[in-house]
T-cell receptor, first 113, second 115 residues
């Protein structure tokens, strides 16, 4: 039962262009969403988050959009840089619930020069 | 920048053996977690720990698993009798609080290979 789905296992984007990573969720109890970035041989690193009371959160080159009615969120990276090449995990949590973060399977972003 | 430290980075063990994975969370954090990622699959929640006791655990965290905070700095995950399907990357994480941003800081992981 995939409560958090990242349907694109990989994404290739040219340096300088916009990278858009998508995430869908099924559990309507989720009220907080996070994006983590993971390099090989390292643990996931927190990137950006958004509460369900917002529809957008921006931090430098990274913006997360949340569409609650569609149960969809996306991470925009602009402009994309070579160092952005990594696996990006979408994660969600119900802060009043009993479970930890639920992660998607990840999207491997490859930034091409 | 504060970090979560995990040891060993890689452990190979025989099926049925006990394994202990070690973690040193960020010193002023109060919440501690173990997650695992089987190769090619998603990162899965195992257990969270607060105030010297388990606060939440997933279905994966059965009687073969246990966690302990033996002193003020270490947080360990023990697998009593390892199975082949326990082979995975095990990530320790910590956070400052549960009600806030839920921003977990992860360690680099411990790769467990069960033969």
């Amino acid at each position: 039962d995939q409560q958090v789905k990242q349907n694109s296992p990989s994404l290739s984007v040219q340096e300088g262009r916009i990278s858009i990573l998508n995430c869908d969720y099924t559990n309507s109890m989720f009220d907080y969403f996070l994006w983590y970035k993971k390099y090989p041989a390292e643990g996931p690193t927190f990137l950006i988050s958004i509460s369900s009371i917002k529809d957008k959160n921006e931090d430098g080159r990274f913006t997360v959009f949340l569409n609650k009615s569609a149960k969809h969120l996306s991470l925009h990276i602009v402009p994309s840089q070579p160092g952005d090449s990594a696996v990006y995990f979408c994660a969600a949590i119900s802060r009043g619930g009993a479970d930890g973060l639920t992660f998607g399977k990840g999207t491997h972003l490859i930034i091409q020069p | 920048e504060p970090e979560v430290t995990q040891t060993p980075s890689h452990q190979v063990t025989q099926m049925g053996q006990e394994v202990i994975l070690h973690c040193v969370p960020i010193s002023n954090h109060l919440y501690f977690y173990w997650y695992r990622q089987i190769l090619g699959q998603k990162v899965e929640f195992l257990v969270s720990f607060y105030n010297n006791e388990i606060s939440e655990k997933s279905e994966i965290f059965d009687d073969q698993f246990s966690v302990e905070r033996p002193d003020g700095s270490n947080f360990t995950l023990k697998i009593r009798s390892t199975k082949l399907e326990d082979s995975a990357m095990y990530f320790c994480a910590s956070s400052g609080d549960r009600s806030g941003a839920n921003v977990l800081t992860f360690g680099a992981g411990s790769r467990l290979t069960v033969l």
